[in-house]
């Protein structure tokens, strides 16, 4: 083998080289940008998912109001008690006139019907016929949740090449919309149907909450 094939050999070593290298690195790139896809909607999807139960957790943790002490003290025990507790009795601070023992049951059925009843309240609070409370909008001037809020959205803003036409549909809505307007039309719906003799319904606009939700769906993220 002369010379002249030997650099040959070695010059087509180095090409077969060069062209593996380069297939490695356009791999490389490719699973690189799959893995900023992925952690771009991992961070959407837990902070959509958890602003949207945001009001949902505020209602649950709001704490038993009554004229009475001594049942608002009970009940709010009994709502953080563990549930072998609730199920088979507990001590209360009972008020001075249950002295006998029949008293305090009747004090004890007290207790646990204002907590089913508050509960309720609670529940019915969250889901309105015609307000969504999951909805941003209705949130935005608590200091916490606008913080988180806009995070997200300075996340999504920075990341939109990576989500689905969806959540670019609604990002761009959400420039065209404020905060305030939608909550207007959710309060608006709502007082023209207490007066309506019939439930009119209408399907409200709302980018705020759309992103959100669709932050939360794995489908909304552009193909990996």
Known sequence: MDKSQIAI???LGSLLISALGFV????????????EKIRAYDKVYHDASDLLLYDYKKQ?????ESEDKYLEKAVNEYASAHWLEQTYGMDFDYPPEAITDREKADFNTKVSVAYRENESKKQGEHFDAFINYQSPVFHLKNNEFDKRFKRLM?????????????????????????????KNEYIALKRINEYSCEAIEEVIEDPYLQILLRGCNRFCVTAI
Do not use: C, D
Not at 24 to 35: C, E, H, P, T
Not at 155 to 182: A, C, D, G
């Open 9 to 11: 050999f070695i010059s």
């Open 24 to 35: 490695f690195a356009i791999r490389q790139s490719k699973i690189n940008r799959k893995l």
């Open 60 to 64: 649950l943790g709001k704490l038993f």
């Open 154 to 182: 300075e996340h999504v803003t920075e990341n939109l090449s990576y989500f689905s036409p969806q959540i670019h549909k609604s990002w761009e809505k959400m420039r065209l919309l404020t905060p305030e307007s939608v």
